[in-house]
């Protein structure tokens, strides 16, 4: 039980290139989101899932696309890559229990540390 | 208008001793739920503790708790018997429907 795996680990892009960070779980979560963290804040939502099939943006989803065609996977892609997208990027996988959506315990993969040059 | 305030953005504290640290919050919802989570140097996110917004007792998980005051919207975490391995950054989270929202963080500093 690997829990949530993301890869890459670390990843250096140049201005204008696009790139898919990886993200999988085997937990069989129906809910997936994806934060980025920047220095000295907390983490801020992009895009989410409640399901395959289901997406919705969060506070930040502006340069980020996500699709959830299986349970598994949670790909966040970068369409044109800027400085400002350098970041620390972390998945999460959760499912709700017995009190429904609010008691849920989200695992998080390790993250990847992304720099835009 | 921030969700989450954690207003502390260091923290020291000696060896075995207790440490609050504060996080309130701000939601209209009468159903939401309350998350600690800790990121050490290695930077992975751990969980602590969760609170219910409609749960009677203070949540407790070993040495953590959290100090639930509704009217107040406030949910401190208290580490008591402090760590020299509890030094991390502690976030506070809230969930409202499906969407969490993190404050700031403290970092913590324990001092043998």
């Known amino acids: 039980n690997a829990g949530v795996t993301q890869t890459p680990k670390f990843q250096v892009l140049k201005t204008g290139q696009s790139m898919t960070l990886q993200c999988a779980q085997d937990m069989n979560h129906e809910y997936m989101s994806w934060y980025r963290q920047d220095p000295g804040m907390g983490l801020r939502l992009i895009h989410y899932?409640?399901?395959?099939?289901?997406?919705d943006q969060g506070e930040v989803p502006n340069g980020y696309n996500v699709s959830r065609s299986t349970t598994e996977d949670f790909p966040l892609r970068l369409l044109s890559a800027a400085p400002s997208q350098t970041s620390v990027y972390f998945c999460?996988?959760?499912?709700?229990?017995?009190?429904?959506?609010?008691?849920?315990?989200?695992?998080f993969g390790p993250g990847t540390r992304l720099t835009v040059l | 208008a921030q969700k989450i305030t954690q207003t502390q953005p260091g923290m020291f504290v000696q060896e075995k001793e207790a440490v609050t640290l504060d996080c309130t919050y701000d939601t209209s919802d009468p159903s939401y739920g309350l998350f600690w989570y800790k990121q050490p140097s290695s930077g992975e996110m751990i969980f602590l503790i969760y609170q219910g917004s409609y749960d009677q007792q203070n949540a407790t998980e070993g040495r953590y708790s959290l100090n639930f005051q509704k009217a107040r919207k406030s949910a401190n975490l208290v580490i008591s018997a402090s760590q020299l391995g509890d030094s991390a950054m502690y976030f506070c989270a809230m969930r409202e429907g499906v969407v969490k929202v993190f404050g700031a963080g403290t970092r913590l500093f324990v001092k043998a």
């Open positions: 899932s409640v399901g395959a099939g289901i997406t």
């Open positions: 999460a996988s959760s499912s709700p229990q017995r009190g429904g959506l609010l008691t849920d315990t989200q695992y």
